[in-house]
């Protein structure tokens, strides 16, 4: 006996509703912006480096096991499936697709869960972005440094560079990236990634968005939710000036910044490692239905 929850219309409309307000919500800003053609420091991040787009966070997914009465339209969208009118996302055609995609994301998931997190990069990895550039030069050349180019450098030789995310080390100055700990590469990063990681922790919504539908909306949107407010906490901590925007900085040059910082850090962390295990769950369910156990050697 099939024992993969049915909801009937009564019970998934409600759901799709709601989750369609609450994303709204939290996107209103954006879609205004884009709408007016505005561009904003800390938001746009979320799409121009991760690529899911707001309908995508807008639109229902009730996610992997699920199966829903009365949806025959949404058999139409890709990985799904109408069976004896019941649809629900197609396990096995995921798997078949995109194995390898599940693969590597449930040994990255895994590798770096299991690590201990590490609280003492203190935020440099944003300052190695801008180590030895003037103003003019960096990524974010619209935005204002707090401190002129030498007094970076020094911020950042008296702190020492232990970055463990490849995807912030790649972007490391020339003169910046000899001196981190370690010389990351792409091949290193299920080595490396830990959950102390600000990055680690914002890519789970990288890897929520690579699952749908798979990834239930609740869980996309929970992982873009602590995503935007980790980076929110990255660019406060960097050696851009976002005042301007009414974003105070976190003074990671001084001690007391440096202990806001490891405090905000570790909570990241704590949320994060539960979100980790949800979409592990979902890797692991849908491998389960597709009969892929070789996903879960």
Not at 23 to 40: Q, S, W
Not at 45 to 53: I, N, T
Not at 91 to 96: I, R
Not at 254 to 270: L, W
């Amino acid at each position: 006996m099939d024992a993969r929850p049915v909801l009937g219309p009564e019970q998934w409309q409600p759901l799709a509703e709601a989750h369609e307000r609450r994303a709204r919500t939290l996107l209103a800003d954006v879609i205004a912006r884009r709408a007016r053609g505005e561009r904003h420091p800390v938001e746009d991040f979320m799409f121009d480096y991760y690529r899911l787009r707001p309908g995508q966070l807008v639109e229902w997914h009730p996610g992997v096991g699920v199966r829903l009465r009365c949806a025959a339209s949404a058999a139409a969208h890709r990985y799904y499936r109408e069976e004896d009118g019941l649809t629900g996302v197609d396990a096995p055609a995921f798997v078949a697709s995109r194995g390898s995609t599940l693969r590597f994301t449930r040994e990255l998931l895994v590798a770096t869960g299991a690590r201990q997190g590490q609280f003492n990069c203190f935020g440099m990895h944003e300052w190695a972005m801008v180590y030895g550039l003037t103003p003019d030069q960096t990524r974010h050349s619209g935005l204002p440094l707090r401190f002129a180019p030498d007094r970076i450098r020094e911020v950042v030789n008296e702190n020492g560079l232990r970055c463990t995310h490849y995807d912030a080390f790649r972007f490391f100055t020339e003169d910046a990236a000899p001196q981190n700990a370690h010389q990351l590469t792409r091949a290193d990063q299920v080595r490396f990634d830990q959950p102390g990681c600000l990055h680690a922790t914002m890519d789970l919504y990288k890897y929520a968005g690579k699952l749908l539908p798979l990834t239930s909306s609740e869980l996309l949107l929970d992982c873009y939710d602590l995503a935007l407010e980790i980076r929110e906490l990255d660019m406060r901590a960097s050696a851009y000036d976002l005042s301007g925007w009414g974003y105070e900085p976190v003074a990671v040059e001084t001690p007391e910044g440096k202990a806001t910082y490891v405090r905000m850090q570790r909570g990241f962390s704590e949320r994060g490692q539960v979100l980790r295990r949800r979409l592990l769950d979902v890797i692991d369910q849908t491998t389960e239905l597709a009969g892929a156990s070789a996903l879960r050697d």
